[in-house]
Each structure stands twice: as C-alpha cells, then as structure tokens.
C-alpha cells in the first residue's frame, strides 16, 4: 500500500545535455507552477557536463545542480533519484515545458488513486508552426509519446511526464536502471509487478517540441530502438533473434497496431498526399529499425569480427 500525504513535497527531475536553451524555458515554466513552490525541489542533473547548462542553474537559487559524467538520460535521472528528498519525485525533460498546473494536477492522481504506485501525464507535441507543419512534425505529432498507451497497456509512463512516490521506489530498491532509452519501462515493470497501480492523468500536461528534419526523427528512433532490443533482451534473456521476435511480440503487436490506427484516422482529415507521405516516413523508419534488430541479433557484428583483430 502507497500512502502519500496531502501536501506532499515535490522532488522535480529533469535531466539535460547540452540544451541550455531549453532548459532554461523548462526551469521559467516550473517556477510558474500554481503549487506552493516552498515544497518543490528541482533538480537539474547535467549529463555533458556543459558551462552553459550550469551557468544557466546558477541563476535560479531554487534550482540544485547535479553533475552525472556517465552518459546516459538513464544514469542522469538515477542521479537524481538519489540527490532527491520530496514525498513524490516528477520526471520532465529539458526539451518540456511543464503547463503551469502540471504539479498540482499530478500529485493529486497520486494522493486519491489508491495503491498509486506511477501517474504519466499527457505529453502534447508542437510543431514549430501550427499553420505550417511539415511531413516530420505531423508524424511526430500523430505517433510519438502516446502516454495513455504506455501506461494503460505497456504498464509505464514516459519520463518526459511522470509522477512516482518515494515509497514506491524504496519499495522496489535497489534501483538498477541499466537500459539506455529505455529505464522508464524499466521502472514501470518494477513498480507494475510490485502490485502498484499505474495512472493515466491526461489533464497534467507537458509540451514537447516535435522534430523537425528527418535526420533528427530518424536518430531518436534508433536510439529509442536499441533501448528496447537492448531492455528486451536483458528481461526476457533473448539468446537469439527467434527468442527476441518471439518474447518482444505483444510489444510489436500493440505499437504496429496502434500506429497504423493512428494513420488511418488521419487519412480522413489530411490530404491524400499528406497522409501517403506519412505512411512512407513510418516505413522507412521501421525498416531501419529492423534491420537494427538484425544487427544485434541474427548478425551480431562483435561475431563477425576476425579473432585477430581482439589481440
């Protein structure tokens, strides 16, 4: 049982690299929250490290600086959860701009849902230009960070907008986030077979640039792919590429599904053009992503390598 009281302390964690311009809306938008800010702790935990990313935390009295020298948003917020002291520990990213009730609206889907062990927030992508978006940005805007499906069906709520208790995750120490891209599902499956429960809070809302280019599109996805392959393989002790297919199915199942749905729906207010070239931009991307699978899998290229080369 998750007990948490009502007017709990907030740790805010929010990790960053190199993205002092950002970061620096992300800390004005938190200072601007309706929640009493004498029970906010935020903490800026800086994975370069970077003089503009500190220079930026030195301004703001209110803001605690960690330095991680690992790489890794994995090993930035672990940091964090150590350095953190709140009640209840709130995931943003750099690249986010809380809305101004985030907080409030956040903790109190922890504080009323009984047993609560993890809330995500609804994450809202932006384009650039509402009356000028472009291919990507559409895509991005349609596809990415769908936090109702990953905590209603994948059991784990993206950290770009999540709310975790203290006691939850004393309750499931020592943490291990090892994944890279991908400790949040990580976290959630702890906290899922814990017997914890998970909450979708749609009206704790986080804004998130959607990309632009499809060069920046194309390496998210591959990073958030060998997250997975490599969260997947660990879990489920995936020796080979069958096994890797086999376990991983539900998972491959569900987000072909839901982005194919996602298409279609949109077939219907865009363009025929539009949404065609939308189709493209998702097959491109799962195809590099399977040949990644490939890679790791079936032709692993560490095998390949002439034994000579090791000496």
């Not at 006691?167 to 990580?186: F, M, N, Q, R, W």
Request: with cysteine; glycine share 4%.
């Amino acid at each position: 049982m998750c007990f948490v009281n009502k007017n709990p302390t907030v740790s805010v964690i929010v990790p960053v690299l190199h993205d002092a311009l950002r970061l620096e809306q992300c800390i004005e938008a938190l200072l601007k929250q309706t929640y009493t800010t004498k029970k906010v702790e935020i903490i800026i935990v800086d994975n370069g490290p970077c003089k503009e990313v500190q220079d930026i935390v030195h301004q703001y009295p209110q803001c605690i600086l960690e330095v991680q020298e690992k790489r890794g948003p994995n090993f930035a917020r672990s940091a964090g959860i150590t350095r953190a002291k709140g009640n209840i520990l709130a995931f943003t990213d750099a690249d986010c701009i809380p809305d101004p009730h985030w907080i409030e609206r956040g903790i109190s889907y922890v504080i009323h849902n009984r047993n609560c062990g993890m809330v995500g927030g609804r994450v809202q992508m932006i384009p650039r230009d509402e009356s000028n978006i472009n291919c990507v940005e559409a895509y991005d805007c349609l596809l990415y960070l769908d936090q109702h499906k990953h905590v209603m069906y994948q059991k784990f709520a993206a950290t770009a907008n999540a709310f975790i208790p203290r006691s939850v995750l004393d309750a499931i120490s020592p943490l291990h986030i090892a994944y890279h891209g991908s400790d949040d599902e990580e976290i959630g499956r702890r906290i899922h077979e814990a017997g914890f429960a998970m909450t979708y809070a749609p009206d704790a809302v986080v804004y998130h640039p959607a990309h632009y280019t499809f060069s920046s599109l194309w390496k998210r996805t591959q990073r958030n792919m060998k997250g997975k392959i490599e969260f997947y393989k660990h879990q489920h002790c995936a020796d080979s590429f069958f096994q890797f297919l086999w376990k991983a199915r539900s998972f491959f199942r569900l987000h072909i599904a839901h982005d194919l749905q996602c298409l279609y729906r949109a077939s219907s207010v865009r363009k025929p053009l539009h949404t065609l070239h939308l189709y493209y931009l998702w097959l491109i991307l799962h195809t590099g992503c399977g040949f990644k699978i490939l890679q790791e899998y079936a032709f692993p290229l560490s095998n390949n390598l002439p034994s000579t080369l090791d000496s």
